[in-house]
């Protein structure tokens, strides 16, 4: 069952932050984060396992809580780079090794 | 070093007609999976490659639709009679799949299939 991601789109101004969140009503394994650019490939940004963990990379981070299966995504002082539509993979576990993914969220930074 | 690449990039085709699309993983990924993405929504998975044998199919709509990777490195989709429906951005994703938990997936470009 495809996750849920909010918002649908946003819009900021540079410097400003931002979080998307991604829902599931199954148990996760894992969750995975992309941003696509408008006719690009989804460029991967990071993987949160079960166990609840959180993980950043330099002003973009996560967290997984496990009991709510749900993942959020933070973007703090965005700059122009961060546009794009962002998408959360959902991986069940076991031998399901495929992703199933939201819908996306879009994201505008704006000067 | 190289990323995922797939060939062609852009494939207009008619009604019908049988198309194949290529994807080269990125050297030494075990894993291979193909997606299919329409406009405004996420990837969609159609089916995952494990070495030469296709681990999972479950995601391949129809019997329209066919995968194969012969030697475990290039895979080959296969879409039969195509129908308007089929339009979609197809993604190809490679993983080394060496921890035996999870691993990230590596997206190729895609290649954009327009069935007139």
């Given at each position: 069952?495809q996750p849920v991601q909010s918002p649908q789109a946003v819009i900021l101004r540079e410097g ?25 490939a989804p460029v991967f940004l990071m993987i949160l396992l079960k166990g609840g963990e959180q ?57 | ?116």
């Amino acid at each position: 069952q495809q996750p849920v991601q909010s918002p649908q789109a946003v819009i900021l101004r540079e410097g400003e932050d931002a979080v998307i969140n991604c829902s599931s009503s199954k148990a996760l394994y894992s969750v995975h984060w992309y941003r696509q650019k408008h006719g690009e490939a989804p460029v991967f940004l990071m993987i949160l396992l079960k166990g609840g963990e959180q993980k950043g990379h330099d002003k973009i981070s996560a967290s997984f809580n496990e009991k709510k299966q749900q993942s959020s995504l933070y973007l703090t002082a965005s700059q122009l780079s961060y546009s794009g539509t962002y998408f959360c993979g959902t991986e069940m576990g076991g031998s399901a090794r495929q992703l199933t993914f939201g819908s996306g969220t879009q994201l505008t930074v704006l000067p | 070093g190289a990323g995922v690449s797939q060939t062609p990039s852009n494939k207009v085709t008619e009604k019908g007609k049988y198309v194949e699309l290529r994807c080269d993983p990125i050297s030494g990924h075990t894993a291979l999976y193909w997606y299919r993405q329409s406009l405004g929504q996420g990837p969609e998975f159609l089916i995952y490659f494990q070495g030469t044998g296709a681990a999972d199919d479950s995601g391949l709509p129809n019997d329209r639709f066919f995968a194969v990777r012969p030697e475990g490195s290039v895979s080959t989709l296969k879409i039969q009679r195509t129908e308007r429906g089929d339009s979609a951005v197809y993604l190809c994703a490679s993983s080394l799949l060496d921890r035996g938990n999870t691993d990230t997936q590596y997206f190729g470009p895609g290649t954009r299939l327009t069935v007139l």
